[in-house]
């Protein structure tokens, strides 16, 4: 019966295999370039929040600030694009976070992981959809609304007012696009980001142009008289602003990071880079320079934009709905909104194929894998996913049809908070891995391991972990002398100290979050309870910075570790935490699904599972021409030694073309 149990638990934490000798081959058409991820990027960061939620930000949070807000949104969003981007440089294969928690922490939380994105892809998809759909009514008068609700008024409480048979046809038109080609679809999102950056452009020109540096120092008299004009009232003694104090910080720095926490999600989306591993040539190099490179190109429209619209009028006069063109009316130039409304639907359009691109790629890698139902593993003869796309598209269009997907969308968030926290532990893990054993598992076979704890080795798993046991004073030894390369034991330490620090972080972030009162009235429980969360905490990063690191380089590696992984998670888990209860047991009911289809199917149709199965085979018919290979492997070592760095990058001239 333990056995059984054990067995189970070792199950769940089963890590990926990653053949790194063979990453050239792909079931999927390697066929983009460096420009084209840093288009996908920013297409799909770059949406049509851009053309909203800056008016939105300054006029209820932040004020001038609002650009303040936007670069402390970009350097926490940064965190996390540094940790993809030096996944992408490890691990060039399609999967995003999934694949990166599959090699690292377990085939449990990489399922935990996909399903989430899917929920993110799905609903991001269908809200876009949907929002394109009242955009384009918008702007011919709302003839499609008006007929909808007079012929197909749908009156069930979580259903939408109608059905929008016009997102209906924007998903499945996209659907058919991306089942065609990524060379296709990769050549459209160009065109439509092209345009949206050149509205974006002309925007920010034109703000600097008609702008007035006196919108940045509003006095609080003013305000007041604005509030007084507001709200119609006689008595004018001792009325306070509705609007802040004025100046650049008009609602003090505690606003500014309130907008801060909103502007985070408006970088979501360039994580959709990380899916594009097989289909990009040369991906260890592409894809770190996509991410961090579509990150800044963003950061410089949003905080030009943000810039421009507060400077163009002031910030309490701000349309939260539109405020692009109402800023343009204030300053006379009435006729450009006709340009904002192109480049609002062509930023819609690209967030919308940035939102359904990553999907069914996330739906086929888990396909391949085993732990999502294999059909949708199958590709079309121009090496397209076209199963998994078609599959992806009809759930959209499904829920963009029937479900009002306000209440839904807090859930997009938790999806790509977690996959956020659990990429930055990721590569906190496997930069503490040891040296010794990625070499020796590399030298044995074709395969270079990426996990340390699985694959062949001279130790069955039972045997190490029983050394282990035996070896409590050598941990203890580690901790206290960490040895000067990465061992087992070492590694061991920076997994438990991660542990800790993660359930600190969520400690902490509750205490901050539900008992915020008790802070304000400086209670002796929170204190103390915080304190000692902050010890132990300060603990578990002095524990991590004493442990070597490995000293195998890729293309692209995090700095400033282990402190940016570190504070990436803190930011993400926060904000998680932020999120209402509502929203937590509409994710526990998703997972509740999720759940039954992992142990119902996927656990047992693992590809992990099934090597493990074979493994004990393999490697009895191996054994007996194990001395037959060792002079030959000898004579290898030298040659691999000369190539090694020869084979950091794939060969574009190795990799398949459409």
Not at 38 to 60: F, H, M, Q, R
Not at 87 to 98: D, E, L, Q
Not at 388 to 412: C, P, R, Y
Not at 572 to 597: E, H, P
Request: with cysteine; aromatic share 10%.
């Amino acid at each position: 019966m333990l056995e059984q149990v054990l067995s189970f638990g070792r199950s769940l934490v089963r890590r990926k295999v990653v053949d790194m000798s063979s990453l050239e081959d792909s079931k999927l058409c390697r066929c983009l370039g460096t420009v084209d991820l840093i288009a996908l990027g920013v297409g799909s960061t770059l949406g049509a929040g851009v053309y909203v939620l800056a008016g939105e930000v300054a006029k209820g949070n932040s004020g001038p600030s609002i650009v303040i807000s936007f670069l402390i949104a970009a350097l926490a969003s940064v965190m996390a694009g540094l940790c993809y981007a030096e996944f992408g440089a490890r691990v060039p294969k399609t999967g995003s976070a999934y694949l990166y928690s599959y090699v690292t922490v377990g085939e449990v939380w990489a399922f935990i992981t996909g399903w989430n994105l899917i929920l993110s892809y799905v609903i991001g998809t269908s809200s876009v959809a949907r929002a394109w759909s009242g955009t384009f009514d918008e702007m011919i008068g709302g003839h499609i609304e008006t007929f909808c609700k007079t012929y197909f008024s749908m009156n069930s409480p979580g259903l939408a007012q109608y059905p929008d048979f016009f997102a209906v046809c924007l998903i499945l038109l996209l659907s058919g696009l991306l089942s065609f080609g990524v060379k296709e679809s990769a050549w459209v999102n160009k065109v439509f980001t092209s345009v949206n950056v050149l509205v974006l452009m002309f925007v920010i020109i034109s703000g600097f142009v008609k702008g007035d540096t006196h919108n940045w120092k509003i006095t609080e008299e003013s305000l007041i008289n604005v509030t007084i004009v507001t709200r119609n009232l006689s008595v004018t003694a001792n009325v306070s602003s509705d609007y802040g104090v004025g100046g650049f910080m008009p609602f003090g720095f505690s606003g500014t990071l309130a907008g801060a926490a909103t502007c985070f999600y408006a970088f979501v989306g360039f994580d959709c880079i990380a899916t594009t591993g097989e289909e990009v040539r040369n991906p260890q190099r592409a894809i770190p320079i996509g991410i961090v490179v579509s990150l800044t190109v963003c950061f410089l429209a949003y905080f030009g934009v943000s810039a421009a619209l507060t400077l163009m009028m002031p910030y309490y006069l701000l349309d939260e709905k539109s405020p692009l063109p109402m800023a343009f009316e204030y300053v006379g130039w009435s006729p450009a909104k006709y340009v904002v409304a192109v480049g609002s639907l062509c930023a819609l359009s690209t967030s919308l194929l940035g939102s359904m691109f990553p999907l069914p790629r996330i739906l086929f890698a888990m396909a391949r894998d085993g732990i999502l139902f294999k059909f949708m593993s199958k590709v079309s003869k121009r090496q397209s996913p076209v199963a998994a796309t078609l599959a992806a598209g009809t759930t959209a269009a499904i829920m963009a049809f029937l479900f009002d997907l306000k209440a839904l969308v807090d859930m997009m968030s938790i999806g790509t908070l977690l996959a956020y926290s659990l990429v930055a532990v990721c590569v906190l893990i496997l930069r503490y891995q040891p040296d010794g054993a990625l070499e020796r598992r590399a030298g044995t076979g074709e395969k270079d391991y990426l996990s340390s704890e699985e694959g062949e080795s001279d130790l069955t798993e039972s045997e190490s972990h029983l050394n282990m046991l035996k070896g409590g004073n050598s941990t203890l030894q580690t901790v206290l002398h960490p040895p000067v390369s990465p061992s087992e034991l070492s590694s061991s330490v920076v997994n438990m100290s991660i542990c800790v620090l993660v359930l600190l972080v969520c400690v902490a972030s509750y205490l901050t979050t539900y008992h915020n009162n008790s802070i304000i009235g400086m209670e002796v429980w929170i204190l103390a309870s915080l304190a000692v969360c902050l010890l132990l905490f300060i603990g578990c990063i002095y524990m991590i910075c004493r442990q070597p690191q490995t000293s195998k380089k890729v293309s692209f590696m995090v700095p400033f570790l282990p402190y940016l992984p570190i504070l990436s998670i803190f930011v993400n888990i926060y904000l998680m935490v932020q999120l209402s209860g509502d929203t937590w047991i509409r994710f526990s009911l998703w997972m509740a699904v999720g759940f039954l289809i992992y142990f119902g199917y996927g656990m047992w149709h693992s590809v992990e599972r099934q090597r493990q199965l074979q493994g004990p085979q393999i490697s009895s018919s191996s054994s007996s021409s194990t001395q037959e290979q060792k002079s030959s492997r000898e004579k290898q070592v030298g040659m691999d030694a000369v190539g090694k760095d020869q084979e950091r990058f794939i060969c574009p001239e190795k990799t398949s073309q459409c």
